[in-house]
């Protein structure tokens, strides 16, 4: 079983910043793809962000330039770099990552819990 525990969310007036982690733990051989997605109220869970195992990334249009995603390996961790936030940045952040908890087993895919992220003056 894999665990992943998300922190760093919270409220900040437009134009700030915030940091969010997702680390993963529990029973892990590789992770491939890690990434972000969030959810506001009344609209369907959209991705933010995906980092994979090589570094390659992809971003949503609304957050490239803004949002950086990044990932260390060594502590099955991913983070999300989150600048110049606005209003319509609010919302449930939730992190994925594929885990493949053994050699040769298809990847799987696990959630977290979700962060609040509220960017209102």
């Known amino acids: 079983q894999v665990q992943l525990v998300e922190s760093g969310g919270g409220w900040v007036q437009p134009g700030g910043s915030l940091r969010l982690s997702c680390a993963a733990s529990?029973?892990?051989?590789?992770?491939?793809?890690m990434g972000w997605y969030r959810q506001a109220p009344g609209k369907q869970r959209e991705l933010v962000a995906v980092?994979?195992?090589?570094?390659?990334?992809n971003y949503a249009d609304s957050v490239k330039g803004r949002f950086t995603i990044s990932r260390d390996n060594a502590k099955n961790t991913v983070y999300l770099q989150m600048n110049s936030l606005k209003p319509e940045d609010t919302a449930v952040y939730y992190c994925?990552?594929?885990?493949?908890?053994?050699?040769?087993?298809?990847?799987?895919?696990?959630w977290g819990q979700g962060t609040q992220v509220t960017v209102s003056s």
């Open positions: 980092i994979i195992s090589g570094g390659s990334t």
């Open positions: 994925n990552a594929e885990v493949s908890e053994h050699k040769g087993w298809v990847p799987f895919d696990y």
């Open positions: 529990g029973t892990i051989f590789s992770i491939n793809a």
